[in-house]
């Protein structure tokens, strides 16, 4: 099943499991921002934010503490609906804005964003150009001196006896018992390196941390 036929599917009941930010992407935002949820116009470094691959929209809420304007791009209209009800609940719809998009075809205006979070959602892509066109979509969309935080599933998770990238399926258990598989490519952390040195982003940092790749990029401005 396509990323964006399974996640449909599932979104109402996924969402109900991502209620919480990962703390990588907590200490990323701690470290290239200041959080603003007061009044965002405190910093004005940070003038418009990007979650791709946004799901429910948990990180688009820690985006609009920091950012004056966010706008999350999901393939899945199921998880933006989600995102959208996230956001009103909690009183951040009035600086966020959500979007259907491709990761690999950015519904985005060319250096747009001072800072973004690409989150979770690489790893759906396939085939290896579509991975790396992503990149080069997130490095076209970062204004001059943006930071991103990419990550993916990888090897390193305990799961995995692998040393090697690979494709596989994982299924998602709906409440009933239906299963919805969903399309991986979990990375090496070598190969995650190399797909972004592929790419027209610079790697600023490469770590792995709770069985994930992470990445913290800028655009190349040569």
Same mark, same amino acid.
């Given at each position: ?11 109402? $009941? ?23 949820? =007061?009044?965002?116009? #405190? ?14 929209? %948990? $990180? ?5 503490? /920091? ?5 999350? =791009? ?10 959208? +009800? %996230?956001?009103?609940? %909690? ?20 250096? #747009? ?9 690489? $790893? $759906?892509?396939?085939? +290896?150009?579509?991975?790396? +066109? ?8 970062? +204004? ?14 305990? /799961? ?21 598989? %969903? ?34 990029? /800028?655009?190349?401005? #040569?």
């Amino acid at each position: 099943m396509d990323p964006q036929s399974a996640y449909d599917r599932i979104a109402p $009941h996924f969402s109900k499991t991502r209620e919480y930010a990962w703390p990588e992407v907590e200490s990323f935002l701690a470290d290239h921002t200041t959080e603003t949820s =007061v009044d965002p116009s #405190a910093d004005p470094s940070i003038d418009r934010a990007l979650d791709l691959g946004c799901g429910n929209g %948990r $990180h688009t809420e820690l985006l609009a503490e /920091r950012a004056a304007a966010v706008v999350g =791009v999901d393939v899945s209209r199921g998880l933006l609906d989600e995102a959208t +009800r %996230r956001a009103a609940e %909690r009183g951040f719809a009035d600086v966020a804005e959500f979007v259907q998009g491709d990761a690999a075809a950015l519904p985005v205006a060319d250096d #747009a964003v001072d800072l973004a979070v690409y989150v979770a959602t690489i $790893h $759906h892509l396939s085939p +290896r150009a579509a991975r790396v +066109r992503s990149l080069n979509e997130l490095a076209r969309v970062l +204004r001059p001196g943006g930071v991103a935080l990419v990550s993916a599933w990888s090897t390193a998770h305990d /799961r995995f006896d692998r040393t090697e990238g690979f494709d596989t399926e994982v299924d998602w258990t709906l409440p009933g018992g239906e299963t919805v598989p %969903r399309y991986y490519h979990i990375y090496a952390p070598d190969e995650f390196a190399a797909d972004v040195a592929a790419s027209e982003l610079v790697a600023v940092d490469l770590t792995v941390s709770s069985g994930n790749c992470y990445g913290v990029v /800028r655009a190349d401005d #040569a």
